[in-house]
């Protein structure tokens, strides 16, 4: 991702943006449903995400986001200080 694609994530205009394809947008609805409510992921969610992916891709999906999650709040639960990076300098 380039840096002006992570500035737009932290804003709530990223769907909106010409930064990110359909594909791309679809992808962030997913993971940022499955992280503040997974219960709200529908099938039209799903549908739209098969127009790119098939079923094994969408369990990766799944599972990477759900990954992600997991190691987020084991992080904050036990408030890990994560490793400075160089990309965490800029």
Do not use: Y
């Not at 930064?19 to 549908?47: C, M, N, W, Y």
């Not at 790119?52 to 084991?74: C, D, K, P, Q, S």
């Amino acid at each position: 991702m380039s840096n002006e694609q992570i500035a737009a994530l932290k804003t709530d205009t990223w769907e909106s943006s010409p930064l990110f394809d359909d594909r791309e947008k679809a992808v962030i609805r997913l993971a940022e449903k499955l992280t503040r409510a997974p219960g709200s992921v529908t099938d039209g969610d799903i549908q739209q995400l098969r127009k790119w992916f098939g079923e094994a891709h969408l369990v990766e999906l799944n599972l990477a986001i759900g990954t992600m999650n997991l190691t987020n709040r084991f992080n904050l639960c036990f408030d890990v200080e994560l490793e400075e990076t160089e990309a965490s300098r800029r």
